[in-house]
């Protein structure tokens, strides 16, 4: 009988710890392949991230919001000649050279909404240039290693069926949360080059505002918003080399349990901190 009631142990252990190595390994390959594509997706340009999305919102903006946008543009260098004839008291004295003055504003925001999406990608590729840059600096992993996965193994197979069970029902929740959070990080990385495209979308309308001292808030506010998204990956690289320093510092061999939630928690930390990128590079930006 005891024989029985053994075997029915060992075999209860085995189904257990197969199970908790199961939920184990699935939660760190799920976190560490999030991470990894986070430093893959923020090191694209909008045109190479969706090449045919871009396509789309480049031919809607140049089609649909380009006539608008010339429209400001015609309104903008009529209301300034205006400013400056009145401002020369009605030409009683007059001067050519403001003449020139206009002319020359006027060409400078005609050349700005006509390559509005160079300008625009232009911003773009700096901060392209300074996420690799960074990504280049920032070392670190969040994969854990298999000697490591092999001493978890070994001290989980040293446990009674009491403690497994728990530490069963414990991993099965958190490979559930890290499912969660994976899907969070996955969101707020793309709804990152979502917004992108809605900006870039409305580009020709802003940059119509930059022949008029008065109107041109608009366009360097929206410029500011640019470079914030831009450098907006920056932050997000920051976040990334930081979760990783910290996973690597956890110790998963001597407290199972204690380790996987703390890796949980950490992100969880992960996925508030690249929420609040976008807030922190747009106050450091003074975008609006």
């Known amino acids: 009988m005891d024989s029985i009631i053994q075997q029915i142990t060992d075999w209860l252990k085995g189904v257990l710890v197969s199970g908790i190595m199961n939920n184990l390994t699935n939660t760190f390959a799920s976190v560490n392949d999030q991470v990894g594509q986070i430093a893959t997706d923020v090191a694209q340009t909008p045109s190479g991230y969706m090449p045919s999305i ?43 050279w403001f003449i020139w003055k206009w002319i020359f504003k006027t060409f400078v ?63 099965f929740i958190v490979q559930f949360l890290m499912y969660i959070l994976s899907a969070i990080i996955f969101v707020i990385i793309n709804g990152r080059m979502i917004e992108i495209y809605l900006m870039v979308s409305m580009a020709p309308i802003p940059f119509a505002t930059f022949g008029n001292k008065e109107q041109s808030m608009m366009g360097q506010n929206y410029v500011r918003s640019l470079f914030a998204l831009g450098f907006q990956g920056f932050l997000i690289m920051v976040c990334v080399g930081i979760y990783a320093v910290l996973i690597q510092s956890v110790a998963f061999s001597s407290d199972i349990i204690g380790s996987l939630w703390k890796v949980m928690g950490f992100t969880i930390l992960l996925a508030f901190t690249l929420f609040k990128t976008g807030a922190v590079a747009k106050s450091i930006l003074h975008a609006h």
């Open 54 to 96: 871009f396509n789309m919102v480049r031919n809607l903006s140049e089609t649909v919001i380009m006539p608008i946008a010339g429209i400001i543009l015609t309104f903008i260098a009529c209301y300034e000649l205006i400013q400056l004839i009145i401002s020369y008291n009605n030409l009683a004295s007059f001067e050519t």
């Open 109 to 171: 925001a005609v050349e700005l909404i006509t390559h509005t999406f160079d300008f625009t990608m232009a911003v773009f590729d700096v901060s392209q240039t300074v996420v690799n840059q960074a990504g280049g600096i920032i070392q670190g992993s969040t994969a854990i290693d298999a000697s490591t996965i092999a001493t978890m193994q070994t001290t989980i197979e040293a446990m009674e069926l009491g403690p497994l069970f728990a530490i069963f029902l414990q991993s």
